[in-house]
């Protein structure tokens, strides 16, 4: 079994397990929480009524989360000739073709997201392995393949997050930073939950949200009442 700090345990008083918590008061808590000496990221852990084995219930997308995510995000993008320029413009950290890629065979991985524009997928594909196993290749279903790269870069570096559930049917997303007011954290996470409820996989039967928990990197977790949060999307 894993042992806790002490500050973990005394932060984790603070949490009834067996509470379901506003979206508000959650927020506010996991500011309380907060037990690194860092700006923490605040995490969202989702677990939905759904069945990855099945092509039908996968659900996995994007969304731009109105208050950003707090973090500095690199760009790497693998585009030629005008769209090259038009990378650099709106600010890719770095932008290459066949050169990008033998960097990247060479060893360099100094960026968080790589975005490509359809006819560099070729060169990109030899990068398979290297890419693959960080979650970093290229995919359509995450809007990283576009021609329309001055936008795609725009929203990756404003607080476009990329979100998938996984084996067991969970969503892992980070929402913000434990810096961010209350208010932001919510809406943030208003916007995920928005997103995710569209996406519902039309397979799917019974209760699509099975739980909800955030958390601050390393803190205690905090239940979430999701029917709040769905009427806090509605109303925004």
């Known amino acids: 079994m894993a042992r806790h700090g002490k500050k973990y345990l005394e932060a984790a008083k603070l949490v009834d397990r067996e509470r379901l918590y506003l979206p508000l008061e959650a927020a506010e808590l996991v500011k309380e929480t907060t037990v690194v000496g860092f700006d923490a990221s605040v995490e969202v852990h989702m677990r939905l009524g759904v069945d990855p084995r099945h092509a039908d219930q996968m659900v996995r997308g994007t969304v731009v989360l109105p208050h950003g995510t707090g973090k500095v995000v690199r760009v790497a993008v693998f585009a030629q000739g005008e769209k090259a320029q038009e990378a650099l413009k709106a600010g890719a950290d770095e932008v290459g073709g066949e050169d990008l890629v033998k960097k990247i065979e060479a060893g360099w991985l100094e960026f968080d997201v790589a975005l490509a524009t359809p006819d560099s997928m070729g060169l990109v594909g030899k990068l398979g392995k290297i890419l693959g196993r960080r979650g970093l290749m290229p995919n359509p279903k995450a809007g990283t393949i576009t021609f329309d790269l001055e936008r795609a870069i725009t929203e990756v570096k404003g607080g476009r997050v990329e979100y998938k559930v996984d084996k067991a049917g969970i969503v892992h997303v980070a929402v913000g930073k434990s810096s ?45 009442d999701v029917p709040a949060i769905l009427a806090a999307a509605a109303a925004a």
């Open 180 to 224: 961010f007011e209350a208010n932001a954290i919510v809406e943030n996470l208003a916007a995920l939950i928005d997103a995710i409820s569209r996406g519902k996989p039309a397979g799917v039967k019974g209760q699509y949200f099975r739980g909800l928990t955030i958390a601050s990197t390393m803190g205690p977790g905090i239940r979430v």
